[in-house]
């Protein structure tokens, strides 16, 4: 037995090596797109959980997808904590990979894994206990009222496993192995893509029918990434490796708090956003903003996944002090970003109408939609910058500064602006927030961005100068 635990032992420490290799030594230019593939399918997926709702939900009624965007924030803060957890564990764990250090790598998996099952599980209970005065806080009028609360219910029942799904699906890709991520992610989607219309037309569930599809696919896609996790040479998740240290706590929340901003603050700008519609053009005002929030997530969320296949060559490169893989891979993804989400732009802004209407076949929802999804394309392209320089900070470690890059989006900038701009403007107002809020946004990323090239290049410069000395 003891042999055939060594022979497995050193099986997987030649597999950590060989991928060591591959993430150090192959070209950014390769190395990126051949990572970015199953991470930008994996983010496109994501995206459709709550593309199909929206979408089969539409057929309902308006009501009905303004009470499936009213949840949305509660779904955004629950991929919060996941994030939280997945991107704090999984940063750390790829620059110990890089370091070589496998027995730290381990512990810290384990122990972000079972702290995002922990809060899944607080949020179920809390959100559970307080489900009809949480659903009027995110905003949910009295005509949607009863739907948002069958809808939530399920939701919140799912949370525990959708944090932890999220964390293994992370600490893969972190790993450079984010082809079973996107297994695990696909497999969940097609299965919420054909359950939604069997339950919420074929067994007459509603929207109940569409969140219960919902947490099932999420509920299959934890399955086959706990077991991907297991295979060659992934790190291995097990109870015994758990630790709450003071130390792997401060490297979760340092690695974990950008996705936790960024995340975190989106859902109170949903709630926010949804309430500021509500006043100012009531359900249809609402629906048409939910419909435009997941166009553009679903949008950018291949440009997330394109960035998501730079983290692990960012950590892996960063630990292992090669500063200027850093910077070429940084700069790769910007060049080619921006091209994409110009291409999208443009797309969007002239076909605007008829993307709205594909959700719903409502005039008034038409009307808002179309007016917000091409503010919002006018600065589009700039996200490549914001998403590419989140990215690095938060891969290198650089907590503070990748922190205020993600909040800033959604939060320090967007926050007032709707809170302001509907009062002057009207519901105008309300679609113009997210462009003014990502102009200042990138304003703040360039100069955070330039100061940490110029460090990388001086240590890079002191360490050539320490090995010829």
């Not at 989140?390 to 900038?413: D, E, T, Y």
């Amino acid at each position: 037995m003891k042999r055939v635990e060594k022979y497995g032992e050193e099986e997987q420490k030649k597999a950590q090596e060989e991928r060591y290799r591959y993430l150090t030594q192959t070209p950014v230019s390769r190395l990126i797109p051949g990572l970015a593939v199953p991470t930008i399918i994996s983010m496109l997926v994501t995206s459709f959980y709550n593309m199909a709702d929206t979408f089969f939900v539409g057929k309902i009624s308006t009501q009905a997808t303004a009470a499936v965007g009213i949840v949305f924030s509660v779904m955004s803060l629950i991929q919060a904590l996941g994030f939280f957890c997945g991107q704090g564990s999984g940063s750390y764990l790829s620059r110990q990979l890089g370091a070589g250090n496998y027995r730290e790598a381990s512990r810290i998996a384990s122990t972000g894994f079972a702290l995002a099952f922990i809060l899944g599980g607080i949020v179920t209970v809390l959100g559970l206990i307080f489900l009809r005065p949480l659903s009027i806080l995110l905003g949910a009028t009295p005509t949607i009222l009863t739907d948002t609360q069958d809808y939530l219910r399920i939701i919140l029942i799912g949370a525990p496993i959708m944090c932890s799904q999220l964390v293994i699906n992370n600490q893969l890709r972190f790993q450079g192995a984010a082809a079973y991520a996107m297994v695990g992610l696909v497999t969940g989607a097609l299965v919420n893509i054909i359950l939604d219309p069997v339950l919420i037309f074929g067994l007459g569930m509603g929207v109940s029918g569409a969140a219960l599809a919902t947490v099932i696919s999420q509920c299959i896609s934890f399955v086959i990434l706990f077991l991907g996790s297991r295979r060659g040479a992934n790190i291995k998740l097990h109870i015994a490796n758990v630790s709450f240290r003071l130390h792997f706590m401060k490297e979760i929340i340092n690695g974990g708090t950008p996705s936790l901003c960024r995340q975190g603050l989106s859902s109170i700008s949903t709630i926010l956003l949804n309430t500021a519609a509500g006043a100012c053009g009531g359900d249809a005002a609402i629906a048409g903003m939910s419909v435009v929030t997941r166009v553009m997530m679903f949008a950018n969320s291949a440009l997330i996944g394109f960035g998501q296949g730079y983290q692990p060559v960012c950590a892996f490169n960063y630990g292992a002090s090669l500063y200027k893989r850093v910077r070429d891979g940084f700069w790769f993804c910007v060049k080619w970003g921006t091209v994409f989400l110009l291409v999208m732009a443009v797309l969007a802004f002239s076909f605007a109408p008829q993307i709205i209407a594909f959700f719903r076949q409502d005039p008034d929802v038409i009307a808002v939609g179309t007016v917000a999804l091409r503010f919002q394309a006018c600065v589009f392209p700039v996200n490549a910058f914001i998403v590419m320089a989140n990215m690095m900070l938060q891969s290198m470690g650089r907590g503070v500064k990748a922190s205020i890059v993600a909040a800033s989006r959604s939060g320090i900038f967007f926050i007032p602006f709707i809170l302001i701009l509907p009062q002057i403007f009207g519901l105008t107002g309300v679609e113009v927030t997210q462009t003014c809020a990502d102009i200042c946004t990138v304003l703040v990323a360039v100069p955070l961005v330039f100061s940490v090239m110029r460090q990388m290049k001086e240590m890079e410069k002191a360490g050539g100068e320490e090995t010829q000395a």
